[in-house]
């Protein structure tokens, strides 16, 4: 009889157990209401980088994918421009060429460029709009240069000194249209980060720099960048020193600290530009956290670091 009663009293914590988990579920899904019906129409620009897309583990791969396709599914109008730098080193190491960098921007040789382009528009483009596609998404992908005008830039050291860094260009103009096409079709664009410069040529871009300006031109509500660390630190050996909110104005602050620096100065410098031209917040994310786009997007707290006027 004690036997039987312990197994009863067993299914009935299972079953509180269960009850709880659900309730917690309908609990989010009902702080995630007021977001969805907020940010239904809107255009929300996702930059897709880090070091989570080389993640041997498919669950990570594929967590920014089922949060691009969740987005689709609530009538956000995700577009999506990703990153691919660690790739195009191994490609150029397979062709025996040696990366080199000059205050953190590649160096880009015309050899080096069509690496660049076909790592970036003819490898990593497709298999991001195929995973997406494979979770019941609608994607569509396009080469940087049928979307980017960029001209071209040079980069002074800390000396003053101007240094030539071949086919490296900066974003100008974007060719909304064929974006928009997407949007009006449910379909979510996908766009690797190399343009035509002034030129004609193919050139390397900063993808950063390219998905705020996606993000101007659409008009976009949000513009989330990913990549592979919790947000902007003040301390980037300590997690616990993210800053979880960033007005424009304590920007300059900031890189005078040396908080904002290196690699963070694109990303940062981004942000501004795309909420000055009235984007309503950019945020910083952490790519391998499990659906961190959806955690900043549709909770209360939010991850990473969020950055408004």
């Known amino acids: 009889m004690l036997a039987h009663k312990n197994v009863a009293t067993r299914r009935e914590v299972f079953f509180i157990l269960a009850v709880q988990d659900l309730i917690s579920k309908a609990a989010t899904l009902l702080e995630a209401l007021p977001y969805i019906q907020k940010f239904s129409g809107e255009i929300f620009v996702v930059k897709y980088g880090g070091s989570f897309m080389d993640s041997p583990d498919p669950a990570v791969r594929n967590g920014v994918a089922r949060d691009i396709v969740f987005l689709e599914a609530v009538e956000i109008n995700p577009v999506v421009v990703h990153g691919g730098g660690k790739a195009i080193t191994r490609a150029m190491e397979k062709a025996g060429l ?7 921007q590649r160096v880009t040789d015309e050899a080096t460029v069509k690496i660049v382009d076909d790592v970036l528009s003819r490898e990593i483009n497709p298999e991001v709009v195929a995973t997406i596609n494979s979770l019941s998404g609608a994607a569509q992908g396009f080469a940087g240069p049928d979307i980017f005008t960029c001209r071209k830039i040079f980069v002074k050291s800390p000396d003053g000194e101007q240094h030539d860094i071949g086919y490296v260009g900066e974003v100008i103009k974007v060719n909304t249209e064929p974006l928009m096409e997407c949007i009006r079709k449910g ?3 996908v766009i690797s980060p190399t343009a035509r410069g002034e030129d004609g040529k193919i050139y390397n871009c900063n993808a950063d720099v390219a998905a705020a300006q996606v993000a101007i031109a659409l008009n976009a509500k949000r513009l989330v ?38 690699g963070m100065i694109p990303k940062v410098d981004s942000a501004v530009a795309a909420i000055k031209s009235g984007v309503e917040k950019v945020s910083f ?14 909770t209360d707290a939010g991850v990473g670091t969020e950055v408004v006027l």
């Open 98 to 104: 040696q990366a080199n960098f000059i205050q953190g």
């Open 225 to 262: 960048f990913m990549s592979d660390v919790p947000g902007l630190m003040r301390d980037f050996k300590d997690p616990a020193t993210v800053i979880s909110h960033l007005h424009t104005s304590e920007v300059d602050g900031l890189k005078k600290a040396g908080i904002v620096d290196k």
């Open 187 to 189: 379909i979510t664009p």
């Open 285 to 298: 994310v952490d790519g391998r956290v499990p659906h961190s786009v959806l955690m900043e997007i549709f």
